[in-house]
């Protein structure tokens, strides 16, 4: 049996609401946790909607928002929200890193089958405004896990799965993401641009699969009003 696979529930207690964060439409409504076994060493914290087994996290509030605050650990993590399924529509959501070098990746990762097989994409805060122009190259990234990652992207197709952003966003505060994702077509638009930050052909399977937060090695996170919004099938004659 795969380990990481989202098949073996058990409940933790949480004390926390999470329906000033959480803004899904009705198909993708939370509901209590779930939380499979691991050997990961990083001790998983369960909020109600979300469950995690490689971070830790907590609710905050912080300037009228409620955030969901990620720990950082060794190794990627992802918190998953509860019952999420999406293959194709929409995701938004706001998110604020931390302008130190090396130390803060943080994203979205969406068609999880498990906590290893997934597509993300996450953004480098501190190489947003860096006055060094491959650096800046290097703001947002697609990737696939876990056959198709972000240095193996790097190396054998530089500069396609990944880009600079423009406007360029302030590192250290919060920024938005719209994530628009149709069959293998994904396109990112990043604090309300009507021209995309990123357009990729994605790796992974169109399937459908769950949503999450995601963080890179080392990195924590900050997240806040996520908004799910699966496409609208279209009707056959």
Request: glycine share 8%; net charge neutral; aromatic share 8%.
């Amino acid at each position: 049996m795969n380990p990481h696979a989202f098949s073996a529930p058990c409940r933790l207690a949480a004390t926390v609401a999470l329906a000033a964060f959480l803004l899904p439409d009705p198909a993708t409504a939370p509901t209590p946790p779930a939380v499979t076994p691991s050997g990961h060493p990083v001790a998983a914290t369960t909020l109600v909607g979300w469950h995690s087994t490689t971070r830790s996290a907590t609710l905050v509030t912080d300037g009228g928002r409620t955030v969901l605050n990620v720990a950082a650990a060794p190794g990627e993590g992802v918190v998953w929200q509860d019952r999420s399924a999406l293959q194709d529509g929409t995701i938004e959501i706001d998110l604020r890193g931390r302008d130190v070098a090396g130390q803060s990746f943080l994203g979205v990762a969406f068609r999880g089958a498990d906590d290893r097989t997934y597509e993300a994409v996450f953004f480098r805060p501190f190489n947003f405004a860096t006055t060094d122009p491959e650096r800046r190259l290097h703001a947002v990234q697609y990737h696939s896990s876990p056959n198709n990652l972000w240095a193996r992207l790097r190396a054998e197709h530089p500069n396609q799965y990944e880009k600079a952003i423009v406007p360029v966003p302030f590192p250290n505060d919060w920024f938005h993401i719209r994530l628009v994702i149709e069959g293998r077509a994904l396109t990112v638009f990043v604090n309300g641009s009507t021209t995309p930050t990123l357009a990729v052909t994605t790796l992974g399977a169109p399937r459908g699969g769950a949503v999450g937060v995601w963080v890179g090695n080392g990195s924590g996170g900050e997240f806040a009003n996520l908004r799910i919004r699966p496409a609208t099938p279209t009707r056959q004659p």
